[in-house]
């Protein structure tokens, strides 16, 4: 069974990548990245991705966040994060990331702050 | 209830779940309750993927040897690796601001953040281990 699962949604202009497993080491970053680099090679540069089906995430997966949002913004567009588990938002203040990534509890106002 | 329980794992990717789902079995079997036992699964999932990746550098011929040990001070757990070693003092600390959108180097922090204590030695045989205790 793979790490992960990961749906596209479009909202306008916004794509929204919901995960649903782990982002670890192997397989669940891989996937991450894929998913990215596909969405990147289609144009598609504001992505939000939903974190609420996440139950686990290891340094290697935080390190695939960072390197999302990176290339995200390196084809000029945006990466926000929705819905962090308590566990998810705790390690992301450990590495001080909560202070890179805009992260939302609401689908609605994450939306529209790509506006 | 006191224990101990000893593996060596092959140096790959799969070895870090093998680790987390043997030491996750062991801390329950102690009694441990479940922030304790996530605390540990990072940790050993962080010190196993580091003796795998760096460590070993993926040579399969190299074992990764896991100790996992209720002791009185708490849950003792030793990873052991075959490879040159490294100075702690040298890894970047992740959370300055110029590190922050680097892709790697969080592992250490996270072994720090969850456990009560975490230090490197070289072992007298050869390679490095890493010794971390989380106290109850």
């Known amino acids: 069974m793979s790490d992960i699962t990961i749906s596209e949604r479009q909202a306008g202009d916004v794509t929204i990548l919901d995960l649903v497993g782990k982002v670890t080491i192997g397989e669940g970053s891989v996937a991450l990245r894929g998913a990215i680099r596909r969405l990147l090679g289609e144009g598609k540069t504001k992505i939000l991705l939903n974190l609420a089906g996440v139950g686990y995430v290891d340094s290697s997966g935080i390190g695939e966040l960072v390197s999302s949002y990176t290339a995200v913004n390196k084809e000029g567009g945006t990466l926000k994060l929705l819905k962090l588990t308590q566990k998810i938002q705790d390690l992301l203040a450990i590495t001080k990331l909560l202070t890179v990534f805009d992260v939302f509890d609401e689908e609605s106002e994450a939306l529209s702050s790509f506006a | ?136």
């Open chain 2, 1 to 136: 209830m006191a224990g101990i329980q000893e593996l060596k794992l092959p140096s790959r990717i799969e070895s870090v779940d093998e680790a987390a789902i043997r030491a996750d079995e062991f801390a329950k079997e102690q009694g441990l309750g479940d922030d304790f036992v996530s605390a540990i699964d990072l940790a050993i999932r962080e010190s196993v993927a580091n003796a795998v990746k760096h460590g070993n550098k993926f040579a399969e011929e190299k074992t990764v040897d896991l100790t996992l040990a209720r002791t009185d001070e708490g849950f003792e757990i030793t990873v052991r690796d075959y490879g040159a070693g490294f100075a702690i003092d040298e890894i970047p600390d992740p959370t300055n601001p110029e590190n922050l959108l680097k892709a790697h180097g969080r592992g250490i922090l996270f072994m720090r953040s969850f456990m009560d204590v975490v230090e490197w030695y070289n072992h007298e045989g050869g390679g490095m281990v890493v010794k971390m205790i989380k106290r109850p």
